[in-house]
């Protein structure tokens, strides 16, 4: 891993390349899991293409969600000319979290009801 003092040293677009790479690999636990028992059952194959689809999909959503961070970084809690901060920025904070919220309880409760298997 690259100490932090490399990475605010970086200059060159090739740097922060470097970087960024040695940053992602590190190995993923479920693609791991997936390699391992699809070579077991003898997918080899459909094991190294899900584990690759795995690491795109972590890569776009990482992508997008630092681009949308430091895009939206500087204006993230805007300042009135009275120098007080505006009401919106902490309500979405809190409606983001009341949904984040809502969706666990949903997977809590469909859980929770849903009947164990009888071979279990």
Do not use: N, Y
């Amino acid at each position: 891993m690259p100490t932090p003092d490399q990475v605010t040293e970086a200059g060159s677009w090739r740097q922060i390349a470097a970087l960024a790479v040695a940053i992602g690999l590190r190995p993923c636990t479920g693609a791991i899991l997936v390699l391992i028992l699809s070579f077991s059952v003898g997918l080899w194959a459909a094991g190294v293409a899900a584990a690759l689809c795995m690491g795109l999909g972590t890569a776009l959503t990482v992508s997008v969600l630092a681009a949308v961070a430091s895009i939206l970084g500087k204006t993230a809690v805007p300042q009135t000319h009275t120098g007080r901060a505006l009401w919106w920025p902490r309500l979405l904070g809190v409606a983001g979290g009341g949904v984040i919220f809502g969706f666990g309880l949903v997977l809590f409760l469909a859980a929770v009801q849903r009947p164990l298997h009888p071979l279990l």
